[in-house]
């Protein structure tokens, strides 16, 4: 596997499940981030991870709740979504740090959909 | 604060034809600014980059960009648009943090 892989690629779950979204990159990166990307919206920042410590959370409902085991992967844990709450969910990597020098490398996505 | 406006949501152009896509970024200092395209239900590739140097950068795919600062411009040219770049584009401008400000997007629709 190379670059940034994401499962599941698809998920379906209703509103009382709990499910988690996971993310792992094969890039030597320190720095990883989940991202939500709405229909006709911009594509919002939720969380950053940079040498496994929370950087950033862009004031992200609890109902979402991140996990940084180590530099390599990163999980989105999932419980009692909304139907808003329905987008692709995008996890990146990049070289860790606090520069504005930041390219990042994006996994394919998960789209949920909730019911 | 670092912010990025791509004005254009939409543009279409015929196969074969010349592609412009605007971005204007505001930011102090030399900005790190970044292209990225989306075809459907993908996540986010590169395309290209600027940091330095010589300001016209090439890219991916046969993209290009200028930056200029004069204008706070960073615009991603094509001399010939092929079908299969029909996609979302999406540029972007490093912010300190480690983060990346994105424009809103063009959704490039090509014609044959």
């Known amino acids: 596997e190379t670059g940034v892989t994401q499962t599941p690629r698809h998920l379906v779950m209703g509103m009382t499940n709990k499910k988690s979204l996971k993310c792992e990159q094969h890039?030597?990166?320190?720095?990883m981030y989940w991202y939500k990307q709405s229909a006709k919206k911009p594509l919002e920042l939720m969380f950053v991870?940079?040498?496994?410590?929370?950087?950033e959370n862009n004031s992200v409902p609890s109902r979402f709740s991140p996990e940084c085991p180590n530099s390599s992967h990163l999980f989105l844990h999932l419980h009692t979504l909304q139907p808003e709450d329905s987008a692709l969910y995008l996890c990146?990597?990049?070289?860790?740090?606090?520069?504005?020098?930041?390219?990042?490398?994006f996994g394919p996505g998960t789209r949920l959909t909730v019911l | 604060a670092q912010s990025v406006t791509q004005p254009d949501i939409h543009i279409t152009v015929s196969e074969g034809a010349s592609l412009e896509l605007r971005c204007n970024y505001s930011?102090?200092?030399?900005?790190?600014l970044f292209w990225y395209v989306q075809s459907p239900g993908q996540g986010l590739q590169l395309l290209l980059k600027?940091?330095?140097?010589?300001?016209l950068v090439q890219g991916i795919k046969g993209f290009e960009a200028e930056f200029k600062r004069s204008q706070s411009s960073f615009n991603l040219r094509k001399p010939s648009v092929h079908w299969s770049d029909a996609a979302e584009y999406f540029c972007?401008?490093?912010?300190?943090?480690?983060?990346?400000?994105f424009g809103a997007g063009t959704i490039l629709r090509v014609k044959s």
């Open positions: 930011y102090g200092a030399t900005p790190y």
């Open positions: 600027y940091f330095s140097g010589d300001t």
């Open positions: 972007a401008v490093g912010r300190y943090g480690n983060k990346l400000v």
């Open positions: 890039l030597g990166h320190n720095a």
């Open positions: 991870y940079n040498f496994k410590e929370q950087t």
């Open positions: 990146a990597s990049s070289h860790g740090g606090r520069s504005e020098y930041n390219e990042q490398f």
